[in-house]
């Protein structure tokens, strides 16, 4: 991780106008905001969910409806060392318990937020990549030097290409184990939680586990949506350098143009480690999976 923000800072553009023109990194935090608020609101509504339902439910049971009998549950689990019912016992085991949610909420919203910041990052330059090689203009033809300033000028883009592909591998590097793991538990949560639906319909519940399905899905999503931008990006280099005006350059300047055209069609792409490499299809795959296992589930229920 340590190397993986060291290189992000290496490579982030500097003040000046023209980098700030070139990477428009303005725009890109404008984006990552839109994501990044809307994943964060999603995952406190349903901590929200999670932690005051109970409440109002024994509120309702108690005040309203004036049960006798009406039954105080955590937030979370109902297994404590202690009895809490009925006691005072309660309000230390139910501040415990929503604590530890809203801790275990914020890390992994903070994961997530992670992920997406490097990665817009990542497509950000290679945006830019692109942008500077379509706007690329041959002094070949109209100045003495001009072949050499060309030259120069585009083995300058070949080498932050380069960069660009080792900062793509340390965020791999970085993020491989997590994301296997989270797509992993994503499959078994949205299996597992689709069979309860299914098999147990209760009022109290139905909201928590409709909030919690929704927020795994698009966890999913957003991270193979991203995965699918970086790839379209990093295709994006090659048809920058198709579309440039090459015509009147020099055969070494054409052969440059055709190695970077090759590295291109290599897109990069989020990988969760060597098993699955993410991207729209994935989700397709992921969903499919599940219903497999979902089906599985049924069929040895029944």
């Known amino acids: 991780m340590t190397a993986l923000v060291s290189q992000l800072k290496t490579c982030f553009p500097s003040p000046s106008a023209k980098d700030q023109e070139e990477y428009a990194p303005k725009s890109w935090l404008k984006r990552c905001h839109m994501y990044t608020k809307g994943f964060g609101v999603l995952y406190m509504i349903l901590y929200f969910a999670h932690a005051l339902i109970p409440l109002f439910v024994y509120f309702v049971q108690r005040a309203l409806l004036q049960y006798p009998d009406a039954e105080q549950i955590m937030p979370f689990y109902q297994l404590e060392p202690w009895e809490f019912r009925k006691s005072w016992l309660l309000y230390p085991t139910y501040f415990h318990q929503s604590l ?22 990542v497509i950000m330059h290679y945006e830019r990549l692109a942008k500077v090689l379509r706007e690329f203009k041959i002094q070949a033809l109209n100045e003495p030097n001009g072949l050499n300033e060309d030259l120069k000028k585009l083995q300058s883009l070949v080498a932050n290409h380069i960069d660009i592909l080792r900062l793509t591998d340390v965020m791999n590097e970085v993020f491989g184990i997590p ?5 992993i538990v994503s499959a078994l949560l949205v299996c597992l939680v689709g069979f309860q639906l299914t098999v147990d319909f209760n009022p109290e519940y139905f909201c928590k586990q409709v909030l919690l399905l929704t927020s795994v899905l698009f966890e999913v999503y957003l991270l193979c949506s991203f995965s699918q931008m970086l790839i379209d990006a990093s295709e994006n280099v090659g048809h920058a350098a198709y579309d440039m005006d090459w015509l009147g350059s020099d055969k070494r300047f054409k052969k440059i143009l055709i190695y970077i055209s090759m ?8 990988k969760a480690t060597i098993f699955l490499d993410l991207s729209l299809s994935t989700m397709s795959i992921f969903l499919g999976m599940t219903y497999k296992f979902f089906g599985a589930l049924r069929t040895m229920y029944q």
């Open 100 to 121: 530890a949610g809203y801790t275990a909420t914020c890390g992994s919203i903070a994961g997530d937020l992670m992920i997406f910041a490097v990665v817009l990052q």
């Open 179 to 183: 994301l296997l793991l989270n797509f």
């Open 263 to 270: 590295r291109a069609q290599k897109p990069v792409c989020l």
